[in-house]
Each structure stands twice: as C-alpha cells, then as structure tokens.
C-alpha cells in the first residue's frame, strides 16, 4: 500500500507553492509547525520579507490569497507582523486518517526511498562476569534502534561485540588449572545463571590472584600465548566458557523480552584473523607509526596532561594487540564485507575518547569515508534515588537479572491488584506483570535521551499514572476494552461528522506518527517516540473525558467514527511501543 501523505506535508505544499508564487526568487520554506493558537503556525514569512525588503504583513496577505481552502486547509489567518494561523477542514482530518488505518501494517509509514546498510553495535556483554546494570542501556538502547531502522526500510546487521580474548582468559584458564575443585558441583550439572555466578567467582579469585602473585602473573601469561596459538587444551577450556556464558546471555536477553541470535554474536576473538594485516595496512600507509616499540597512532589535538599527545597504540611494545586493533579490524570487516554505509556503536559515553581516535584512524586509512560514516551513540549513567552511579549496599553494580527480577514482581503486584476488576486468569497476571516490569524498565531507559544520566526508581516506573510505559499500557488495554463492549457497532470513519476540539486533537496527533517514526531513526532518538506516545495517551484521556464513545444518546455514525478514532489510536501505541521493544496486552 502506498504510503500516506501527512497533513503536515500537505500544507507545506501549499504554502511552499503560494509563497513560491508570490516571490519566485525566494527559498520557499514556511517553516510550518503545529501550534495552540491554530492547527499550524507559519512563520517563515518574517525572514523572507525581510529579504525581499517587504512589509511581512502585506506579504502575508498576499500569500494568503494564493492559498486554496476548502478540501485540506478550512481558513489562514494572518497574525502579528506576518505569521500565518492554518485550520485543517475535519474531513481532511478523517480522510488522512481512515488512509492511515487502512494501512494495518505500517499506519501509513512510508520507507525510505535510498536505505542503506548500518551495523549496529550493542549489548556487549563479557565471557565470564556476569552482567550488570552497566549493560542494560547498551542493550535496550540498541534493540530500539533495531526495531525502528529496519521499520523505516533500512537494512540492518546486528552485532553483539562480547569480551570473549585476551589476558583475562589466560589468567582464568591457569587459575582453573592449579585449583579444579574450583568449579567442581558434586557431580551436578549447572548452567545459565548459576553456572555464571561460579565463573564471575572464579574470575574474582583468578584477577586477586594475578595482581598480587608475580609467579602465577608469568604463568598466566603464558596461558594467553598457548591460547593465542590455538594449543588445544586450552583452547577448549575457552570455549567451554563461551558457551556457558553465552547460555547466560540468552537468558538475560530472554529476560529483557530481546531476540538475541547466535550469529549477530561476534566478539573480539572473531577478528584474530585480521589483527596482523590490519596493523600492517596502518603502518605501510603511514597513518600509524612504531614509537618506543608500539605501533601507534597520534593525533595533534589529543594531549595528556602533560602537554604530550596520547597515542592510540594498535600494537604493544611485547606484540600484542590492543582493543584499537580488534575495533579496526571490526571496521573494515563491516565495511568491506558486510558493505556497511554506516557505523553505529551503542556504547557508554566513557569510551568516547577511543572511539574518536578509532574513528579518526580509520578516516586516514581510507576505511571511513563520505560514503560510509561511523557514529558512537554515547550513552549516559544509571544512577540511584540518591543521584548516584547505581550501586548494592555493599557498593558493587546491581546484576541485570537481580534487577529485572525485582521490576517483574513490583510490576506483577500492581497487575494483581487490577486483576480481579478485570478478570484475569493467573496466568494472564503472570504474563503481563512481566510485560509491564520489563516495558516499565525499558521505557525509563528509552523516555530519557541516550546522552543523558537517569535515575533508576521502580516505584515511579511501574507507576499507573505519569510519563511510564504502565500509562501507556493501561491506555491500549483500556481502549481494547471499549472495542469488546462496542457490540455490533464496528470502528467505521466518517469524514462527513464535524469533529468536537478533543476529536481534532486526538487525530491531528495521530497524523504524526509517521514523521515522529522518520525522525526517531533518522536522528537515533528512541526518546522522540516515547514523548510521542506519552503525548497520544494523554490526548486519549482527554478524548475520554470530553467525548463519550458508547453512549446511547450518540448517533450510530458518531459511535462508528469515535470507535474509529480510539482503534487506530490503539494501533499506533501498540506499533509505537513495538518499535521499543514493548508489549502491550489486551487486557490489564
């Protein structure tokens, strides 16, 4: 189905055409946006007069006279010095929205017309620890930006970047080694969450261990050249913990309601391969160079605080590779072989320095250019009621699945209490108490811009009332509610009915939808469509308050029209939440 024209853009049209028709030299933009004195305000007549060296409201009039009213556009009013109020007909209201409801699968979103290829790297989690509340805004962050790229008609390749390589494995592998009771559990079998708690242990003693035994450091360290050599013990006591963690993660991401494939999984240890050859291309290019031993990349506008410029090191001074060599190598195979046009890195805003400087490198080496572009989507701090990092009493991060363990009961306590008002089945407040935890979680995450700190507070999240994905939730369910009780009388537009303010409201929002969507992706703000569906809910309750629905005294047209409005209502905050990786349930 073709996509819908918005009413936004529809009037743009017309006042682009009517401005390009007063001044034809001019740079016909408007500047048309939605207003509470009218349905649109135009105020891009003020700069154009002042360019043509013209009365702006004698411009304005003229304009205005150039406008056809009476299928889109009802009246124009010229305000001020020059700015211009829009009234949109009713039946264009309806008209634009029925198109949009009949449109089931995407509500009138268009695709985009040149989608390229992005590669999203997130949710990266490390073999053997266990993952914390450090995880969780990589996780939903980049699943949301999953949902809504792929919507809009780009192609997107997903990329779990796990710490799977490196000293930390060598120490583990050796430790296990000199003490294998370790991990001994009488025989039983234990895999996913407790299997990753014994290894977290284990990684605990191995690190304690390393740092305060030189003896077992050397050993250690041996262990990491045998693995790099694929010597196969201890190979295959790596693997082992690859698998068991990557059992683990599966369970979180179950959790966290995310699909997570094994074949989006490539960790560090996937661009072994490459490591050699990448450092080769930066050094024969020039772009890198050998200092006191490492191979480094140097930049003029990075200093230390001591005046000096702070490399990006490649390679070691002892040969071994760095997390720089592994992040280029990931980029030129997304490049080259994935044919990637563009990079996107969910990752915490404390690494923005080094992804600058892999950015940068990659830029001199020709792998990032005009036609492929590379973004850190830098994310902000997790913190405590207190406005603090997010901490247990005892000062460690909060694990993941602690956390959402404790959402999902909260959130099944405040279902409860619903429940019986609803009639749910004990299985029914099962299911949507973790619906309800997990998009209350989710949504706090996905309603603060990424850039910016939050705090976690479970009790305002799984709130009934206020900006929550609960509101929401009630809202859809509510709406659901109303269509079983609609009997025979079925949802049915009637673009012919004048339309009361909170009508007008109500489908004036709706028609954004589309271009909230675009933007959101465009510009990867999941934020913009949470504040989107916040704003729709709210507009719902105004409807509600304002505009009977099943009433006796409505006219069957009345009734159909306002089914109408509340089901594709309905469909636009379930698509909406969709897009964040949110359920929302039929009955609540």
Known sequence: MAPVTSLTDLVHQRLANALSATLPEADAD??????DRADFQANGILALAKKAKANPRELATQVVSRITTGDVIQDVEVSGPGFLNITITDRAITENLAARYADAARLGVPVAEHPGTT???YAQPNVAKEMHVGHLRSAVI????VQLLEFTGESVVRRHHIGDWGTQFGMLIQYLDEHPGELDHGGAQVTGEEAMSNLDRLYKAARKLFDSDEEFKTRARRRVVDLQAGEPKTLAAWQKFVDESKIYFFSVFEKLDMEIRDADIVGESGYNDMLDETCRLLEESGVAEISDGALCVFFDDIKGPDGNRTPLIVRKSDGGY?????????IRDRVFNLKATSLLYVVDVRQSLHFKMVFETARRAGWLNDDVSAYQLAFGTILGKDGKPFKTREGVSVKLEDLLDEAVQRATAVVREKAEKVGLTEEEIVENGRYVGIGAVKYADLSTSAVRDYKFDLDQMVSLSGDTSVYLQYAYARIQSILRKAGEARPV??????????????GLHLDQFSEVVADAAKEYAPHKLTAYLYQLASALTTFYDQCHVLSPDNAPEVVENRLFLVDLTARTLHKGMALLG???PERL
Do not use: K, Q
């Open 30 to 35: 408007p500047l048309l946006r939605r207003s």
């Open 119 to 121: 590669v999203i790297d």
């Open 142 to 145: 980049g699943d949301a930006l």
């Open 322 to 330: 760095g997390y720089a060599a592994t992040d280029l190598s990931a």
């Open 493 to 506: 537009a009637h673009p012919e009915l004048e339309l009361a303010g909170a009508e007008r409201a109500l």
């Open 582 to 584: 949110i359920r929302t």
